[in-house]
Nanobody, 124 residues
Framework: QLQLVESGGGLVQPGGSLRLSCAASGFTLDYYAIGWFRQAPGKEREGVSCINSSGGSTNYAAPVKGRFTISRDNAKNTVYLQMNSLKPEDTAVYYC?????????????????WGQGTQVTVSL
């Protein structure tokens, strides 16, 4: 069965950094585009970033552009999200999911195979 496990979240001060990991089991990750999404309490889930199956193309939502970097290591069956210059508004539970990288001009469309999420809190 398809399984994704997120890790690497925690408490960090504004301006700090975290690296999130999305590890796959039960399937070969290099067949899939993978996206990162986040959901704050009482808010709708929003897309953050995605990467195509080979790692040759990436996409970022405007609020994180220039601060976050998505990458993948298919040999380790893992996708990463490096988060720099973190802001309080980045506080959320972060999820990864299998994704359509670009569907007729719409980027980072989730297919529904979600992990359990990892909490990121940015606060003094």
């Amino acid at each position: 069965q398809l399984q994704l496990v997120e890790s690497g979240g925690g408490l960090v001060q504004p301006g700090g950094s975290l690296r999130l990991s999305c590890a796959a089991s039960g399937f070969t990750l290099d067949y899939y585009a993978i996206g990162w999404f986040r959901q704050a309490p009482g808010k709708e889930r929003e897309g953050v970033s995605c990467i195509n199956s080979s790692g040759g193309s990436t996409n970022y939502a405007a609020p994180v552009k220039g601060r976050f970097t998505i990458s993948r290591d298919n040999a380790k069956n893992t996708v990463y999200l490096q988060m720099n210059s973190l802001k309080p508004e980045d506080t959320a539970v972060y999820y990864c999911a299998t994704t359509i990288y670009n569907w007729e001009g719409l980027p980072c469309q989730a297919l529904g195979s979600w992990g359990q999420g990892t909490q990121v809190t940015v606060s003094l």
